[in-house]
Each structure stands twice: as structure tokens, then as C-alpha cells.
């Protein structure tokens, strides 16, 4: 086996992590939006305020959607590199 080459196993591992890190994402952007959402609707928000609620859920969903994505691969990366 050549040392600068993956295994089929590493390679299967990496793309299984991504997956992984791209649906936990979209699951905490979906949920951040979804109660955003909610709050303005119960609150009973109307026009420019239901709009900039909702602007506001979708960016921090957005926002931590993409922290989630990258420390799940960091965390990846890190480990793969100790050789777990």
C-alpha cells in the first residue's frame, strides 16, 4: 500500500462524514428557521416584522448551519490526522 494513497475504507469514512456533516446542518438551520418562524407567529407579527423575523431566523439558521458544517469536518479532519 502506498503511504500518500487513502483505502477504499478511509475514502468511504470521508464521504459518510460529509453526508453526515451536510444533513446535521440543514437539520440545525431548518430547526433554528422552524422556531423563528413559530415566535412569529405566536407573537401574531405582521407584515414588516413577520418578514424581518423570519430574515433574521433564516440568517442564523444559515449561520449555524455553517458552523455545524465545518466543525463537524474539522473535528474529522483533526482525528483522521491522529489516526483514529
Keep these: 500500500m502506498d503511504m500518500g494513497r487513502e483505502s477504499r475504507w478511509e475514502k468511504d469514512a470521508m464521504t459518510v462524514e460529509i453526508v453526515f456533516?451536510?444533513?446535521?446542518?440543514?437539520?440545525?438551520?431548518?430547526?433554528i428557521f422552524a422556531v423563528?418562524?413559530?415566535?412569529?407567529?405566536?407573537?401574531?407579527l405582521s407584515g414588516p416584522a413577520r418578514h424581518n423575523v423570519s430574515a433574521g431566523g433564516a440568517l442564523l439558521g444559515a449561520a449555524a448551519g455553517v458552523w455545524r458544517?465545518?466543525?463537524?469536518?474539522?473535528?474529522?479532519?483533526a482525528q483522521r490526522r491522529m489516526g483514529h
Design 21 to 31: 456533516a451536510l444533513v446535521t446542518a440543514a437539520v440545525l438551520a431548518g430547526v
Design 69 to 77: 458544517l465545518v466543525r463537524v469536518l474539522r473535528r474529522f479532519d
Design 36 to 44: 423563528a418562524w413559530t415566535l412569529a407567529l405566536a407573537l401574531g
